[in-house]
């Protein structure tokens, strides 16, 4: 596994995250009772399938090592997925970038 992980973010969470100093989770995280995020690999993959034609959208990138409450389960195609079982704090966050998918 690896320590690093991303969390695709529209402007507005984005914005709520740095403010707030904290993100409860996207209306799908809320639902699903925990915070997705991607293995770098999987990146791509997510932001296409969830994310198509979106371009308000931010990267931001993960330092697990600074989380708690982190699982690896299965989803899509049987592939691990880190999911954050708490908040995600902004101190985690060690970069982000703009992130535009294609239509």
Known sequence: MTVTAYKILTRGEWESLKAEGTFAG???D?????IHLSAPDQVA???A????GRDD????????RKLEGVK???SRGGQLFP?????LPLAAVVRTEPLQTKK
């Open 26 to 28: 996207a209306p799908v």
């Open 49 to 52: 399938k969830h994310f198509a």
């Open 83 to 87: 999911h954050i079982y708490g908040v």
């Open 57 to 64: 959208l931010v990267l931001a990138e993960v330092d697990l």
């Open 45 to 47: 993959e997510t932001a």
């Open 72 to 74: 690896w389960e299965p």
């Open 30 to 34: 809320l639902a699903d009772g925990y």
